[in-house]
């Protein structure tokens, strides 16, 4: 941790600080405290409560360190805050610098069309439980919500069972060893007899590991979801658009679009971002980077709305099980394929309750000549010309038993649906 500090940022974080406690402070509502008494959970939840988020100071990683650190040494004594520390900090404290912090990264701050969409909605939120970089960034692109962060904090986890057992959350992400710790709390509430608990990991997660949670949770579905998304994630396409052209897309009426570019040129392709007011599992989609690249159309499609074209993606490759999958060629031999439209979103999944093995799933979507037919696609077809490593096809790995894969047929893909896949 940075222990570095001007005078500038230290009075800023003091200010966001004290203004956040004022704000928790200064209304407690019977219910909670009565309800929630022997958790210690006692403040009130509510976005009426919620600071006007324009009004907070920007922040980095380290002011808001800072300021936790320094409140703490203030009460405990110098020297006494250790880095990674939280133990005795209280759920007002995370919940408030994570929840209503404008973190200065390099997504900036929500757009004001996003801010203006989201304070007009009541909306729910999710639980995270883990210290990892990946949910940290997830913290801190969702604004306004009902959103509670636990810094890997066994003490935490009663309030966060309670918290979970008020709202009815029926999905966690979590990590591994956060998930383990919460398993107690949770049974004394009764939370996991509806848990699914959903695991996003930054790198590969045994299932070895997963099936221990499982034996923790019997009343729980254990999924570890890992998704590539490539093509239509954004929008829809018209029928009045021209069909030969399968990347333009109209937005979905809840869909805010940015394209963030290098150096900020307007007629060069960016990657696409993407807010939504439509819940994915709990949360909106609130700045959420697809790596995909798209521009925008000068040309206006017959119904009058604006075409995003769709014209790459960031993302080149993917590991799984170990093994390195190159996109490119997928699209390749997709793209070889007459009657498949090449955009695709990649789905890997461990379902304890029906498999134990990982399934890679291609999702195709099927031009309208080949809607009724039987046959789409086999399996096979993809698996032998889609090259892994050292020149062996996924269908030696397959034969192998290393891995399972199969191929859905789709209509349509569900542009906002349970996407778990967060930059």
Known sequence: MNEIYTDEERQSALRFFNDFLKSVAGDENSYYRDKYKQAGFDWKLSIENFIDIEKIPVLTNDNIDMAIRMHYESIHGPGSWKDNFSGLLTIEERYGF?????????????SQKTLEILSERNISGAITLTPSSFTNRLARVCRKLKLLHIIGDPHAMKYTAVLADYLKIDSLIASYQNALNL??????????EYIKFIFVPTGHLSFFRLQNLSNFYPHAVVENAYRIIGGNIVGYRCRKAPYEDPNLFHLYDDMFVELLREGGAIRKPGNIIVSSI??????PLVRYKTSDLGIWEDEICACGKKFLRVVGSVDKEFHFEGIKLDIAQLKNVLFSIHHVDFQFQIHVTELFSQKNKATLRISLEYLDDKANSKSFIDPDHIANRWIIKRNFPLKHFIDEGLIQFDVKKVQAFEAHGDIFVWF
């Open 98 to 110: 994570l929840n209503f912090a404008k973190v200065s990264d390099e997504y900036g701050s929500a």
């Open 183 to 192: 398993g107690k709390e949770m049974d004394i509430t009764g939370a996991g």
């Open 278 to 283: 439509k819940k994915h599992g709990f949360l």
